[in-house]
């Protein structure tokens, strides 16, 4: 039960429904690229991505000093149908704005 009630409240806000199909959408995206395309804090892009990894959602690779996220595979039905759902609204995500150099 907890697992299911802490999926379903990472999906509980807009900006994370957002991030979440950004990502599925861009299959990898570094940090700082979603930073610069959400023009948000990196602290606050950090609080969302943790969410959305602990609720089963993100896998993270870190490269040096970035840390690059993408959609955890395979991915439980439950999940999978929520990323499906996502994908079916009608969301303005950003463009993505690249600005990560090694």
């Not at 802490?6 to 429904?17: A, F, K, L, W, Y």
């Not at 870190?62 to 009608?90: M, N, V």
Request: glycine content about 2%; hydrophobic content about 40%.
């Amino acid at each position: 039960m907890e697992i299911f009630l802490q999926t379903v409240g990472s999906i509980n806000d807009e900006t994370r429904v957002k991030i979440l199909n950004f990502i599925n959408n861009h299959e990898e995206v570094c940090v700082c690229d979603i930073e610069n395309s959400f023009e948000m804090i990196q602290s606050r892009v950090s609080r969302h991505l943790k969410i959305l990894k602990e609720a089963g959602f993100l896998k993270v690779d870190r490269r040096g000093k970035w840390a690059y996220y993408s959609i955890k595979t395979p991915l439980d039905i439950f999940r999978e149908s929520i990323l499906k759902e996502i994908s079916y609204l009608d969301i303005e995500v950003p463009l993505l704005k690249k600005d990560c150099t090694l």
